[in-house]
C-alpha cells in the first residue's frame, strides 16, 4: 500500500464531523502553527516541503506565498480556488465532501501565514450541495474557537467564507474567479500586476488550489524536510489522482509520487486495469488540457524508461513525446474509442468555455470544433488537418489567458501522435461513421533510438 | 418578490465582504433570485437584484448572460442537464442523451408540452468518475442507465402530481 498523507484517516467513519476529526489528531497541526510557530517559520515549512501547487500549474506554494505584498494597512485575502472545472478532474469534491476539516485547517494555518484574516472559498456552482457541508464544518469550527476572533486565545483572527459560482470553467483561471467573486463576468486580467499585488478588491491576494491548502495540514504535522522525503526529486509528496473512462475502477486516489503509470492502472489498488478486458489505447494523464498520449508511449518514454507518476517523467520528451501531469484528471482511453470524437468533445468545451475577450480564442476555438465535427461525421477533407494544426498553431501563446493555449494542445497533441486515425476518417467516410479506427499501432512497442555513436 | 426570510440572507450575504462591496453578493443573490421564481430569471428579476445590491441593471444583464447555470427563458419543472463531455462520452453519455429524447420526445434544449421536463446538454460537471451522468436540481444523478432514467421520471412525475 502506497503511504497516504490526505487520506490516511479517510476511511475512518464520520471524519467529516468535527468531534470525529479532533479526536483523531484533527486540528493538531493548526494548533501547533499558532501557538508555536512564527508566520516565517510556518512558511519555512512550507518552502522546504516542495510543494507545488495542486490546481494545473505546479508553481511552489512556498515561493508564490513569499510574494505576497505586505503594504501597512492594507488586507490581504487568501481564496481557495474549488472551481474544479477541468474535464476529468474531480478530485477536490472528494475532499470538501469527505474531509471538510482538512481543508479548514489548511485554511486557517494558511492565513496565518499569509496574514490574512477573511479567507474565500470560491466552489463551482454546480456543486450545489457542497457548500451546506463546508459552513456546517465551518460553523463546528468556529463553536470550538478555530475560528471568528481571537483563536484558541492566540489573538489571530479569522472567518472564512463560501462563494458560489455559476457555471464558468474559466473562472478557475485565478483573475477570473477574483473578477467573478467581485461580482462581475468572469473575463481573466491582463497580468501584470499578479494578484498577489493587485488581487481581490486590488488587496493582495493569493490564490491557490483545494488540494494545495490541505496539504499544508500534514507539511505541518511531519515537518517540511519529512515531507520532501515522499515523492520522487521535485514531485515531493503525494498527489490526488481523479481516474475515469474506460478503467475498472475510476474514483479518486492519493499516490505518493514514486510509483509508475503502468501501475497506476493496472495494479487492484488504484485503477485496476482496462475495463471489459480490452486493452489500452491513449491516456490524458493531467486533464483534458495536457497532451494525449498513445499507449506506447504513456507507459515508456521515449528513452525507453519506465514513465512515472511525476511532474517531470509525465513531461519527460516535452510535448514531442511527453505530456503533463496538470490537475490530476487521469482520463483512459480503451482500443474502441475514437480519438477525432475524444478531440471533438474537448473542442467543443474550449469553445463554450472562452470568455470571448481574445479573439483566436473566441473564434479559433470554433473554428477547430467545426473542423473537427466534419472530420467526425465524414465530410472532412485532408487539407483540414493541416488547417486545425495551423488554427491551433496561432491560438497559443497569443491570448491573455492560458486557456488559449488550453485549447490549443489537445488537438496539437492528437495529431501529432494519431494522425493516421484522422487520415483515415478523411479517406473512409462511410466506415467511419460506423466503427472505430480500433488500436492499430497505438500501444506496439517503440523503436528506442540507439544511443549516438561518439 | 423576496421573502422576509430571503431578505435577510441578502443582508448576511453582503456582510461578507468588505462596506461598498456588495456587488461581490450578485452571483449568489441571483442564484436565490432564480430559486424563488421558478428556475429562470426574466428582466423584472434582474432588475429587482439590481435595486437590492444598488447597482445598476446592466451590471445584473451581464453577469447573468455570462454564467452557465442562469436560465433567461422559462424552463421545466424539473431540468436534466446531462453531461456530454470527453470522459462521460467515453462511458456513454450519448446513448443516455438520446434514450431522454425518445422517452420524453424532446430534443435538446426543449421542454416538454406538460412543462415537466427541460433536457439540457452541459460540459463537465467534475464528476467522471461517475459517469454517464447528469444534473438534477441540486443534486448529481451518477452512474446512469436507462433503467435509472425511466426511475428518475417517474420519481420527478410522481413528485409534481
Ligand atoms: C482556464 C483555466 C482554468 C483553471 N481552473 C482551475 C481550477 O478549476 N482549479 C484550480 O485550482 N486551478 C485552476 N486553474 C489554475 C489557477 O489559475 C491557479 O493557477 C491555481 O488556482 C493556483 O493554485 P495552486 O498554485 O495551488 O495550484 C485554472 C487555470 C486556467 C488558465
Ligand atoms: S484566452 Fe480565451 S478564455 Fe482566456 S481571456 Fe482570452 S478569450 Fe478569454
Ligand atoms: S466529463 Fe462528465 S462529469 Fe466530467
Known amino acids: ?454 | 418578490m423576496f421573502s422576509e426570510e430571503k431578505l435577510n440572507k441578502v443582508k448576511e450575504i453582503i456582510a461578507r465582504y468588505p462596506a461598498g462591496k456588495q456587488k461581490s453578493a450578485l452571483i449568489p443573490v441571483l442564484h436565490l433570485a432564480q430559486e424563488v421564481s421558478g428556475g429562470w430569471l426574466s428582466s423584472e428579476t434582474m432588475d429587482y437584484v439590481a435595486s437590492l445590491l444598488q447597482i445598476t441593471p446592466i451590471e445584473v444583464y451581464e453577469v447573468a448572460t455570462f454564467y452557465s447555470m442562469f436560465n433567461l427563458q422559462p424552463v421545466g419543472q424539473y431540468v436534466f442537464e446531462v453531461c456530454q463531455t470527453g470522459p462521460c462520452m467515453l462511458r456513454g453519455s450519448d446513448n443516455i442523451i438520446d434514450y431522454i429524447k425518445k422517452k420524453l420526445d424532446i430534443g435538446v434544449g426543449q421542454t416538454t408540452k406538460d412543462g415537466l421536463f427541460t433536457l439540457k446538454t452541459v460540459e463537465c460537471l467534475g464528476a467522471c468518475g461517475y459517469a454517464p451522468m447528469m444534473q438534477l436540481g441540486k443534486h448529481y444523478r451518477e452512474h446512469l442507465t436507462p433503467e435509472k432514467v425511466d426511475a428518475i421520471i417517474e420519481e420527478c412525475r410522481s413528485k409534481a402530481n
Open chain 1, 1 to 454: 500500500m502506497g503511504r497516504k498523507l490526505l487520506f490516511d484517516k479517510a476511511h475512518i467513519e464520520g471524519i467529516r464531523y468535527y468531534d470525529v476529526y479532533r479526536a483523531n489528531g484533527g486540528y493538531g497541526s493548526a494548533e501547533k502553527a499558532l501557538k508555536s510557530m512564527s508566520p516565517d517559520q510556518v512558511l519555512d515549512e512550507v518552502k522546504k516541503s516542495g510543494l507545488r501547487g495542486r490546481g494545473g500549474a505546479g508553481f511552489p506554494t512556498g515561493m508564490k506565498w513569499s510574494f505576497i505584498a505586505k503594504p501597512e494597512g492594507v488586507p490581504r485575502y487568501l481564496v481557495c480556488n474549488a472551481d474544479e472545472s477541468e474535464p476529468g478532474t474531480f478530485k477536490d469534491r472528494y475532499l470538501m465532501e469527505f474531509l471538510p476539516h482538512l481543508l479548514i485547517e489548511g485554511l486557517l494555518i494558511s492565513s496565518y501565514t499569509l496574514g490574512c484574516n477573511s479567507c474565500y472559498i470560491y466552489i463551482r456552482g454546480e456543486y450545489a450541495w457542497i457548500p451546506d457541508i463546508l459552513e456546517e464544518a465551518i460553523a463546528d469550527a468556529k463553536k470550538n474557537g478555530w475560528l471568528g476572533k481571537n483563536i484558541q486565545g492566540t489573538g489571530f483572527d479569522l472567518e472564512i467564507y463560501v462563494q458560489r459560482g455559476a457555471g464558468a470553467y474559466i473562472c478557475g483561471e485565478e483573475t477570473a474567479l477574483i473578477e467573478s467573486l467581485e461580482g462581475k463576468r468572469g473575463n481573466p486580467r491582463i497580468k501584470p500586476p499578479f494578484p498577489a499585488v493587485k488581487g481581490l478588491w486590488d488587496c493582495p491576494t493569493v490564490v491557490n488550489n483545494v488540494e494545495t491548502l490541505a496539504t499544508v495540514v500534514p507539511i505541518l504535522r511531519i515537518g517540511g524536510e519529512e515531507y520532501a522525503k515522499y515523492g520522487t526529486g521535485k514531485s515531493t509528496g503525494t498527489k490526488l489522482i481523479s481516474a475515469c473512462g474506460n478503467i475498472n475502477k475510476p474514483g479518486v486516489y492519493e499516490i505518493e509520487m514514486n510509483i509508475s503509470v503502468e501501475e497506476f492502472i493496472y495494479s487492484d489498488e488504484y485503477c485496476g486495469g482496462i475495463a471489459n478486458g480490452k486493452r489500452l489505447k491513449a491516456c490524458i494523464p493531467g486533464g483534458s488540457s495536457v497532451p494525449i498520449l498513445p499507449a506506447n508511449l504513456l507507459l515508456k518514454t521515449a528513452k525507453g524508461e519506465p514513465r512515472m507518476m511525476t511532474y517531470e517523467s509525465l513531461a519527460d520528451g516535452g510535448f514531442a513525446t511527453g505530456t503533463m501531469l496538470g490537475s490530476g484528471g487521469f482520463i483512459v482511453l480503451d482500443e474502441d474509442q475514437c480519438i477525432v470524437k475524444n478531440t471533438l468533445t474537448f473542442a467543443r468545451f474550449y469553445h463554450h468555455e472562452s470568455c470571448g475577450q481574445c479573439s483566436p480564442c473566441r473564434e479559433g476555438t470554433g473554428w477547430m470544433k467545426r473542423v473537427l465535427l466534419n472530420i467526425e461525421n465524414g465530410k472532412g477533407k485532408m487539407s483540414d488537418i493541416d488547417l486545425l494544426w495551423d488554427i491551433q498553431r496561432k491560438i497559443e501563446g497569443n491570448t491573455i489567458c492560458p486557456l488559449g493555449d488550453a485549447a490549443a494542445w489537445p488537438v496539437a497533441a492528437a495529431i501529432r501522435h494519431f494522425r493516421d486515425e484522422f487520415e483515415w476518417h478523411v479517406l473512409h467516410p462511410e466506415e467511419a461513421t460506423k466503427r472505430n479506427y480500433g488500436l492499430a499501432h497505438y500501444a506496439d512497442p517503440l523503436e528506442i533510438a540507439a544511443p549516438a555513436a561518439v
